[in-house]
Nanobody, 112 residues
Framework: QVRLVESGGDLVQPGGSLRLSCAASGSMFRIYVMAWYRQAPGKQREVVANITSSSSTNYADSVKGRFTISRDNAKNTVYLQMNSLKPEDTAIYYC??????WGQGTQVTVSS
């Protein structure tokens, strides 16, 4: 059983930055695609970014150029660096590991 634990969510002003972390249990972390999703109030969960085992990355259009996903296989951890945050980035951010494991989520609120 894989356990994913997110951290780093907070209240931040528009234009600010946050770094989310997701620590995964299990010995096979390095071979799986990892991703960050988010869900805003009243909206469907959407993918923000993903990273393959070879560290190829993909981003939602809404975050390109502002967010960076990365992974440290030695620490079984995936990160999401979020810069130039906007109020519309406010959501619960979830970590995902193939083939279907989810973390509990961490709240990011962007507000002045």
């Amino acid at each position: 059983q894989v356990r994913l634990v997110e951290s780093g969510g907070d209240l931040v002003q528009p234009g600010g930055s946050l770094r989310l972390s997701c620590a995964a249990s299990g010995s096979m972390f390095r071979i799986y695609v990892m991703a960050w999703y988010r869900q805003a109030p009243g909206k469907q969960r959407e993918v923000v970014a993903n990273i393959t085992s070879s560290s190829s990355t993909n981003y939602a259009d809404s975050v390109k150029g502002r967010f960076t996903i990365s992974r440290d296989n030695a620490k079984n951890t995936v990160y999401l660096q979020m810069n130039s945050l906007k109020p519309e980035d406010t959501a619960i951010y979830y970590c995902y590991q193939q083939p279907g494991y989810w973390g509990q989520g961490t709240q990011v609120t962007v507000s002045s």
